[in-house]
């Protein structure tokens, strides 16, 4: 009993850390620089109090469920030999987890705005939601195509930083010819892709698959599946509103 | 204060955007790999703990931070604070000091509670048998992030193109890529979309979209976008920064060691 009291203080103690630097932050700002009182104290600490379980549940379970999950199905996959369906897989992980992902949502219903207020789109309801469809979709896709290729660079051992920086090329390429109001959308829609619960699947997937291969160093060749699912959509974001804006 | 309502909400919506994924891996496994599935229990209640954990997460930052952070990042670009009372004629950039310091901590701040970068930290301190801290990584990628929230509100308020930062970040991580040690290349890269998640989004975006709308001369459909894109970039510089310092750390001292021990070796393989 004491055993299990001494890992549950642990946890707690430890997201506790993780937590302090947020809270001081916003204590010190709003005690001596907007010098304003608190209202509702007693609806703060509730809600960092459970900040702090959540947090450290979300830990407990990344352990238990998320990394074996990711690391038995490469593992599995690997052993399996198929490439096929070990990219069907890749391609289908990086495409579901993306198309539902709030953050996306919320970005996609922004870019719509801009696309109708720069005259892009018919400034109604239903091209709004067209657009925001289709940007959904495309994003999911090119996150989809990001894990496929990454995978495929685990498999055969490709060079990360030169395919990294081919990337940035076509970022660079994208950005002259884009129509300028799409862009900082699209720059922006690379970082709200990947999300808390794709994020460690997608690890654990790449290390998974790195260490069950022989000649792939685990450090080297594991990485770097997360860093191709936040630069892809930024090129296919530019693609989509250079289109959008020249049919 | 009724909190049971928002708590079963999110915890059923944060269900809701999960199950979809798991869904897809059990079928996949059950279809594709025909295996099964060894400690079935072991993994619902691993994943029931991260449904809650994250759900929890969420009602409790929605209800304590989110609205604090996004109060001050309007409070702090209101005119009125930023001029205490003087001529709003005299717009300046460097009127906006507290605003870059605010943006340099919350930056940091929400990137160290990001439960994303702490999983990515924990798997890369596993994969490197203990060479690379968990906090260590961590620091790092929080200052990059915090460097850049910070030049990404200097960037909307002073009205630069948006292009030209982030030319000028893919110029330095490509020359940084040339001489950083080779293990860490990959998980730098990485670090980069790992920060930018389900804390640090929300409240960076808030920050830059209330700069875009009190700023003089600023459109928050054009300019308050980017924001998220820098937060993304700078962790990769930095991580690599850093890795590169302890590299150049670790020669000096084993010269300094060479010298003073005529050939000792050294055995440290720390890389952050």
């Not at chain 1, 960092?48 to 999950?69: N, R, S």
């Not at chain 2, 109060?71 to 604070?81: C, H, S």
């Amino acid at each position: 009993m004491t055993k299990i009291l001494r890992t549950v203080w642990r946890h707690v103690a430890r997201s506790a850390r993780d937590l302090t630097p947020i809270i001081l932050v916003i204590a010190v700002f709003q005690y001596f620089i907007l010098q304003q009182p608190l209202d509702n104290a007693m609806e703060l600490v509730s809600g960092a109090i459970l900040v702090l379980i959540g947090l450290t549940l979300f830990v407990y379970g990344l352990e238990l469920a998320l990394f074996p999950i990711g690391e038995s199905l490469a593992y599995a996959l690997a052993r399996k030999g198929s490439v096929f369906w070990l990219l069907t897989f890749s391609f289908l992980l990086g495409f579901g987890t993306t198309v539902a992902e709030p953050a996306l949502t919320a970005v996609a219903n922004e870019a719509a705005k801009v696309a109708a207020a720069a005259g892009a789109i018919a400034d109604t309801d239903q091209a709004r939601s067209r657009y925001v469809l289709g940007l959904r979709i495309t994003v999911a896709l090119s996150v989809g195509t990001a894990l496929l290729i990454g995978v495929l660079r685990i498999l055969l051992g490709w060079s990360l930083p030169l395919l990294i920086i081919s990337g940035y090329i076509m970022v660079i390429a994208m950005t002259t010819v884009a129509p300028p109001e799409i862009v900082g959308i699209a720059y922006d829609s690379g970082g709200v892709t990947t999300s808390t619960v794709t994020v460690p699947l997608v690890a654990a997937l790449g290390v998974g698959l790195a260490s069950s291969l022989r000649d792939r160093n685990p450090m080297t060749d594991g990485f770097g599946l997360i860093a191709f699912a936040s630069l892809t959509p930024m090129i296919f974001v530019m693609a989509y509103g250079s289109i959008v804006t020249w049919i | 204060m009724d909190m049971t309502g928002p708590m079963v909400t999110t915890i059923l919506s944060t269900a809701l955007d999960v199950l979809p994924i798991l869904l897809f891996i059990f079928l996949f496994q059950l279809f594709v790999i025909r295996q099964p599935i060894r400690n079935l229990r072991r993994l619902f209640a691993g994943i029931a703990f991260t449904i809650l954990g994250l759900g929890l997460f969420l009602v409790g930052l929605e209800q304590a931070l989110f609205p604090l952070g996004r109060l001050m990042a309007q409070q702090l670009t209101d005119p009125e604070f930023l001029m205490s009372g003087a001529a709003a004629l005299d717009f300046h950039w460097t009127n906006y000091k507290w605003v870059y310091v605010f943006a340099f901590c919350i930056g940091f701040a929400t990137t160290i509670a990001e439960p994303a970068l702490l999983a990515v930290a924990m798997k890369a301190n596993e994969t490197s048998g203990g060479a690379i801290h968990v906090w260590g990584l961590r620091v790092a990628v929080a200052i990059g992030a915090a460097t850049g929230v910070s030049l990404g509100c200097f960037r909307i308020i002073a009205g630069l193109p948006l292009q030209g930062f982030i030319l000028a970040g893919y110029i330095v991580v490509v020359i940084q890529t040339l001489w950083a040690p080779k293990l860490i290349v990959p998980l730098a890269y990485d670090s980069g979309g790992v920060t930018t998640s389900t804390v640090t989004v929300p409240l960076v975006a808030a920050l830059g979209l209330g700069l875009a709308e009190t700023v003089p001369g600023r459109s928050p459909l054009l300019d308050g976008f980017g924001l998220v894109a820098f937060t993304c970039l700078f962790p990769i510089i930095s991580v690599l920064a850093y890795a590169q310092l302890s590299a150049l750390r670790e020669r000096f001292a084993s010269r300094r060691n060479t010298e003073a021990r005529n050939g000792a070796e050294s055995t440290s393989k720390e890389v952050i």
